[in-house]
């Protein structure tokens, strides 16, 4: 059974900084690309970054150069870092993988950026 838990959410203010995790289980992590999306309220979830099995990323315009995602393999776990942060990244925060043309998604982390 797959399974996606994020974790790191918060409050931080305008121009801070936070890492969120994403642990994975019930699959072989190495073999999968992973992505973080995000939803704000009253908005459609979007991509925000992605990582190949072979460590390939690719950004949103949105957060190029602020943010940066990366695996662990060893931990089963992906990580968005996130600087520069503004009060428009402000959403929940979830990690997604595709197995088989089956989406699976966390429950989500909720990130506020806000003075």
């Known amino acids: 059974q797959v399974q996606l838990v994020e974790s790191g959410g918060g409050l931080v203010q305008p121009g801070g900084s936070l890492r969120l995790s994403c642990a994975a289980s019930g699959i072989i992590f190495s073999r999968y690309a992973m992505g973080w999306y995000r939803q704000a309220p009253g908005k459609q979830r979007e991509l925000v970054a992605a990582?190949?099995?072979?460590?390939?990323?690719n950004y949103a315009d949105s957060v190029k150069g602020r943010f940066t995602i990366s695996r662990d393999n060893a931990k089963n776990t992906v990580y968005l870092q996130m600087n520069s942060l503004k009060p428009e990244d402000t959403a929940d925060y979830y990690c997604?993988?595709?197995?088989?043309?089956?989406?699976?998604w966390g429950k989500g982390t909720l990130v506020t950026v806000s003075s």
């Open positions: 990582i190949t099995s072979g460590g390939s990323t």
């Open positions: 997604n993988m595709n197995r088989r043309g089956m989406d699976y």
